[in-house]
Structure formats: C-alpha cells, structure tokens
C-alpha cells in the first residue's frame, strides 16, 4: 500500500533570480516503510519536504507536479482541508522543531491543543494518549506538567517527535531532527524512532545530510543532487553496490574506523548553484567517470536492479551487469 506518492514535482523560489530548488521529482513510501532523503546543503531536501506536507511558502510554490497521500490529492485540496489533515495524515518534525513549542504552556496543554483541534476525544482519554506516547518515547510522564524552558534541548526536540506521534499520523517526515543534538542524544532519538516502530503502524520520510544514519534507519534511501532525485536503492543493495558516482562518493566519504582511526572523506568540488536550469548532468562538473555525453544531455533515471540511476556511464553497468548474469544464468 503506497502511503505517498509524488510525481514530476517541481519546486521553485520565485526569486529575482528564481531558484530551482525541486526538479521534476518522483518518489513513493509505502505503508510501514522508512525512506531516507540524503543530499549535501543546498539540494532541496527541505523544500522538497516542505513542499510534500504543502507548507511551501513564498517565495517558494510547486510550479507542477502531484501529491497524493492515502490515496487523496494534496495539491488541489483547500487550505482548511489541507490543515485538518495535517497531524493525522502527515506530521512533520523539522531541526528545529522545539523551537516550536510554546514558551507559556505546559507540554500536556499543548499536547491537548493539538488533538482537540483534530479529535473529539474527551480530556481523560487525551491524557491517556499523551501518556502512552511518552511511555513508547521513553519520557517520564511528570514531562507533561513541565514548561518548555524546563527542559534540556535534546528532551524538547523528543518531546517534540512524540507529539508528532499523537494522532497516528501515517507518515512521518523528519527533516534533520537530531542535526542540532549531541551524539548520545542523537543515538536515543534514533533508537526510540526504531522501538516505535514495534508499536506504531507510521512511515517515515527521514531528510539527513547523514548517510551513515540513514543507513542505518531506514529501508530504501533516496540521493537528491541539485533538485533531482539521482539514485533511488534500498539499504541492503546500497551497501553493496552504489550507482550513481554521487552515491559512491558519498559512500566513501562516511567515517570508517581504519588501521589510522576515524577517517572522513568527503566529497570533492563545489555544490551545483540552482539558479540555472540544466543541460547537461548535474554533477559532470565534479564525476570521475565524466564522458562528453554527460556535458550537453541530462540522463534520465532508469532501472537498477534494486532501484533507479540517472546516469549514463553506471546506467550502462548496469546493462552490462544484467548480461553477465544472464550469461552465467
Ligand atoms: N527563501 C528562499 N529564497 C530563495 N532561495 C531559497 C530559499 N530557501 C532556500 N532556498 C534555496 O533553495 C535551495 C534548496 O534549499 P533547501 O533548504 O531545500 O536545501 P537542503 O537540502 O534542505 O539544505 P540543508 O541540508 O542545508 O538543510 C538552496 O539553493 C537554497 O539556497
Ligand atoms: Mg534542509
């Protein structure tokens, strides 16, 4: 069951010199599935995921494309529509989410703002709900009685993803949600996400510049480069085989406990400026495996054994790949 689909959206900020920040982007979660979104600053991760739960703002607005979650358009839904199903369908949880918090409410007030505007549930059993999601998000339920400056960063921003929870919402989208907490923080945040998962039916759209972490979370991941999507893969093929020359990149980069300790790579060259439209590929200015076709045609995403591509030098690995298979099959 698809969850959210997304077809051929495309994002701009209208700008003086307008930003094309989506290009024509297509991509699905399924029901229960967690998808990661990874790209460097700058590529579109958060418009994209802005522009998904419809809370793009001007400058920006979807010059094209459709949204569709549990099987209902959000693209022409009216705005008192849109707000009503937002929390219940789709919640999203941004870096900077606990900023978002009330400074003069308590948690439990705030918590039964939300599901007051959304449910017609009586006070007792919104407790009840405010509860257990802080039971599944292992936070003290005392939690409840407390102001936001009365909690630590990291407590607010996961008292912040548990009220996401609130309203069984069936995708979540988290957009760097621990970007801003230290490690150990970091760490309880993603094995709560993990453990919710056992109790909660959701799917989540997880944006990170961290590769390494959404490996580690989620099932398939999807690579942004300069609006576009350029590789979609699932977690266990990814591990074993990148295809596009950005994803491998990007795979070398993550930290690896070597004979030398913690060794970061990193990927070499500048950032694609988005002002432009493209005419040819959108990181042949930095790709090893540049051809000439690659600087005057854009390549288009094609099959992989596990997922997408849109490149033509792996593409044709892939060709190649397939045959050899089929010659020793
Ligand atoms: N309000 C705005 N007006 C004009 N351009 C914008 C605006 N907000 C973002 N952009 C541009 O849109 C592009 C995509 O930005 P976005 O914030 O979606 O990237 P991101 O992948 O989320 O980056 P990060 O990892 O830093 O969060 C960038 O080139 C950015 O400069
Ligand atoms: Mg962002």
Same mark, same amino acid.
């Given at each position: 069951m698809t969850v959210l689909s997304v077809d051929h959206l495309e994002v701009n900020y209208?700008?003086?010199?307008?930003?094309?920040?989506?290009?024509n982007v297509s991509l699905e979660v399924q029901h229960q599935e967690f998808v990661g979104l990874v790209g460097e600053s700058g590529c579109g991760k958060s418009t994209l995921g802005f522009a998904i739960a419809r809370l793009e703002r001007p400058p920006a607005y979807i010059r094209g494309g459709s949204i569709v979650i549990n099987g209902e358009d959000? !693209?022409? !839904?009216?705005d008192e529509e849109l707000r009503r199903h937002r929390w219940r369908d789709v919640a999203i949880v941004l870096?900077?989410? !606990?900023?978002?918090?009330?400074?003069?409410?308590t948690i439990e007030a705030q918590f039964r703002d939300v599901m007051m505007q959304h449910t017609s549930l009586s006070r007792a059993q919104i407790l009840q709900r405010s509860m257990d999601v802080l039971d599944m998000a292992h936070i003290a339920r005392n939690t409840l009685k407390r102001y936001p400056h009365e909690l630590s960063g990291g407590m607010k921003q996961r008292v912040v993803i548990a009220m996401a929870f609130l309203l069984h919402p069936k995708l979540v989208i988290l957009d760097?949600?621990?970007?801003?907490?230290?490690m150990v923080v970091q760490r309880q945040i993603m094995d709560n996400l993990t453990e919710l998962r056992q109790h909660e039916q959701f799917s989540v759209l997880l944006i990170s510049h961290d590769l390494g972490l959404v490996l580690e979370l989620c099932d398939r991941v999807l690579v942004m480069y300069a609006g576009q999507i350029v590789e979609e893969n699932t977690t266990d093929s990814l591990l074993e085989q990148a295809w596009h020359p950005y994803t491998r990149a990007l795979m070398q980069a993550l930290p690896r406990i070597g004979g030398n300790g913690l060794q970061f790579g990193g990927v070499p060259g500048t950032p694609p400026d988005l002002h432009h439209r493209l005419?040819?590929?959108?990181?042949a200015p930095r790709c090893?495996?540049?051809?000439?076709e690659c600087q005057v045609r854009e390549p288009e995403l094609t099959d992989t054994p596990s997922g997408k591509v849109r490149c033509f030098v792996t593409s044709r690995e892939v060709v190649a790949d397939d045959k050899h298979h089929s010659i020793r099959g």
């Open positions: 209208g700008t003086k010199a307008p930003v094309f920040a989506v290009r959000w !693209m022409t !839904m009216p870096q900077s989410g !606990m900023n978002a918090l009330n400074p003069v409410m760097e949600p621990t970007t801003a907490l230290d005419q040819h590929c959108a990181f090893g495996l540049v051809t000439p």
